[in-house]
């Protein structure tokens, strides 16, 4: 069905997909991005590889176990739990605030200029302000979460 | 902010975390299983420790700043003594559906989604209950119905499909009318936070007419949640479609927090916008004015359609169904007193207490008895009437079981329906109003006609094939004695609705509280 320049292409533009959705989610916690669209964007690209070169390719790549009869099993139950690791390590960020005594969900910034062990390397030509927000923790939950539902959903609905 | 109070957000978190855990024991269906009911209990756990923190707090107010961000510009959580009122009645309703379930859905199927779903659902329901910000609970309330949702279309046979496609479809549209009121609400009073808008209101710094408007809107949406007439007809193909202990969920719980909003939404923050009105029935010039009517012909609409519909239901889920549309009308009916009374008197806290007090009545009574449909279809495998009979010779407990739940709905005293509905009444006596007392009449005859004719199918009659079911009749009988409880040990809940009721038409404390915070 897929055509040589197809596959070609996918070859192409698929790393491109996933090096923007990485710097979105890096970004996320302050300017436009964060764990929700890259997660999208991530999944575009596994659904452009899925589309491309069937399911067999994507479960050598992801490393899936062999379907089952079941719903779940197989890649799709990879992507559920993906799923709900996720939803775990978002819950968890928030959670970790109210151990420390702040309110639930409560998020800081950690700026690298102020750690005496790596202040040197921010003086550095070209590095600037590096900051490490907290909230990344809680992005990477909601990266995770969209792309195992979405991917749960495409695989399941794909199968059918 | 110096000590977050995390008692507030603690029934939150349990069943938030409670969720992700038996989402992640997928694998292990009995693990999950203990995972559920253990969250389950510690979120009765953490509702306890709330309502105990709330009734021991001084101004009887505990904020919760979401983030360390402060109000109006944060998302707060309040807890006071109505959220930890209703919240009572979830977590007693929730914990015994859930045990209920345990014993009652096909465990392989359950560890699919159902315990997950479950939690989530009474996530939405917790947030809704306690956040003092007028989007959020746009979103609590979507966290709710989204998990409904997959409830309701647990069995995904054709019909469950369809009344599941029916009841998104027509949430779905109630949520896009209540972003676009909130959305309205925002634009006009420039601010999201329910307290500050309460505030703006008060101090005339926003212009009522559009206010009143945009919360005529808002209003259609709660109505739709809690499936008051005209906005009932998704209930009974939606109960009928959903597991027993979804349908005690969502006729027990899920319609109260429509109940909450209202109360919440039109008493205690919008009620301080006055706006000159021209209209039939209409007699003052503020919010509350326009919304007695209102209410009154949803009332009216809600028991003489519940109580006709009721009657004539060829199978028990629908008679159940229908009674709740009826039984919501006795609970809007006070409110509808309550609503044309002066503001923070002593006979608006009075009807505003009747209708709490029938709340807790008809969640506790209406849990148990869907669930007792729930054993009937276990153990005859039919809930249409045309195949029952003769049940309380086969399992004695079970009938008793119901045939509690029955009276309560009835009113027979010593159980809490009892002082529910005398409470309606009384509420019909002091604003000195025939058409409510007539109205609260019929009601309640319509109720003894069609639990009667309930009673006489199932319960009499030659008797059927019945397969026991001990351990789901235990659950049934947990909440029997409540209903007893509740009724003989009256003082305690009365006082507790009664300070929910104050709390609910105490603006300027819900105000200072929430807002002080910040200062």
């Known amino acids: 069905m897929t055509t040589v320049i197809a596959r070609t292409v996918t070859r192409v533009v698929v790393p491109f997909i996933l090096l923007t959705a990485v710097s979105l989610l890096f970004q996320g916690h302050n300017l436009p991005g964060g764990g929700f669209i890259a997660g999208v964007l991530t999944c575009t690209a596994f659904a452009l590889v899925y589309i491309i070169y069937g399911q067999e390719s994507l479960r050598t790549l992801v490393g899936g176990s062999e379907p089952g009869d079941g719903v779940l099993t197989g890649l799709p139950g990879t992507y559920a739990r993906l799923f709900a690791v996720g939803l775990g390590v978002a819950a968890g960020a928030g959670v970790v605030s109210t151990a420390l005594g702040y309110p639930f969900l409560t998020q800081t910034v950690l700026y690298l200029s102020d750690v005496p062990a790596v202040h040197a390397l921010t003086e550095l030509p070209g590095i600037g302000t590096l900051e490490v927000a907290s909230a990344f923790v809680f992005d990477v939950g909601v990266y995770l979460v969209v792309v195992g539902g979405l991917l749960t959903i495409v695989s399941v609905v794909g199968r059918e | 902010m110096s000590h977050p109070a995390h008692v507030v957000v603690a029934p939150l978190l349990v069943a938030l975390l409670t969720a992700v855990t038996t989402l992640l024991a997928r694998s292990f269906p009995r693990l999950q299983r203990g995972l559920s009911v253990l969250g389950g209990v510690g979120y009765a756990a953490a509702v306890a420790a709330l309502a105990a923190a709330v009734t021991g707090d001084a101004d009887g107010y505990i904020v919760y700043a979401l983030s360390g961000w402060d109000a109006p510009f944060g998302i707060v959580l309040v807890a006071d003594a109505l959220s930890a009122f209703f919240l009572i009645i979830a977590a007693i309703v929730g914990v015994a559906a859930l045990v209920f379930s345990v014993g009652y859905l096909d465990r392989e199927t359950a560890a699919l989604s159902y315990h997950s779903l479950f939690h989530f659902m009474l996530v939405g329901v917790t947030g809704a209950l306690l956040t003092g910000d007028l989007f959020n609970l746009f979103v609590w309330f979507e966290v709710m119905l989204m998990a409904s949702y997959v409830l309701v279309v647990y069995y995904s046979g054709p019909e469950h499909t369809r009344a599941a496609l029916h009841y998104t479809v027509l949430n779905l549209l109630g949520g896009a009318v209540m972003l676009l009121a909130v959305g309205g609400l925002y634009a006009v009073t420039g601010t999201l936070n329910m307290a500050d808008m309460a505030h703006r209101l008060a101090e005339g710094a926003v212009d009522p007419a559009p206010v009143l408007g945009l919360s005529a809107l808002l209003f259609t949406v709660f109505a ?89 239901q060829p199978d028990m889920d629908g008679l159940l169904a229908y009674s709740s549309i009826g039984q919501i009308g006795f609970i809007v009916l006070p409110l ?118 309930a009673w006489n199918r199932t319960f009499w009659g030659d008797p059927v094939e019945y397969d026991p079911q001990p351990r789901l009749v235990a659950v049934l009988a947990v909440l029997a004695v409540g209903l007893v409880v509740v009724g003989v040990g009256f003082e305690p809940v009365v006082a507790g609705a009664e300070a929910a009721a104050e709390a609910a038409v105490n603006r300027s404390g819900y105000v200072d509280a929430v807002l002080e915070v910040g200062a």
């Open chain 2, 336 to 453: 509808a007193v309550a609503a044309t009374a002066p503001y923070g008197g002593s006979l608006m806290t009075f009807a505003i207490t009747a209708a709490l007090v029938y709340s807790l009545n008809h969640g506790l009574a209406k849990g148990l008895l869907f669930l007792s449909s729930g054993v009937t279809r276990r153990a005859v495998g039919s809930t249409d009437f045309a195949d029952l009979g003769g049940l309380s010779e086969r399992d004695p407990a079970f009938a008793g079981a119901f045939f509690l739940g029955v009276l309560a709905l009835i009113g027979i005293p010593p159980l809490s329906g009892f002082f529910g509905k005398f409470l309606v009444f009384d509420t019909g006596v002091r604003a000195g109003s025939t058409p409510v007392l007539a109205l609260a009449l019929v009601g309640a005859v319509f109720t003894v006609a069609y639990f009667s004719r």
């Open chain 2, 224 to 312: 739709l949640k809690a499936g008051i007439v005209p906005f009932q007809f998704w209930v009974p193909d939606a109960y009928r479609a959903a597991p027993a202990p979804v349908t005690a969920v969502l006729a027990g719980v899920v319609k109260k927090v429509g109940i909450y909003a209202i109360v919440r939404v039109y008493f205690t923050v919008l009620s301080a916008g006055e706006v000159a009105l021209d209209l039939p029935f209409v007699a003052g010039d503020s919010y509350l004015a326009f919304f007695g009517p209102v209410m009154f012909a949803m009332a009216v609409g809600s028991i003489l359609l519940g109580g006709v519909g009721a009657v004539n």
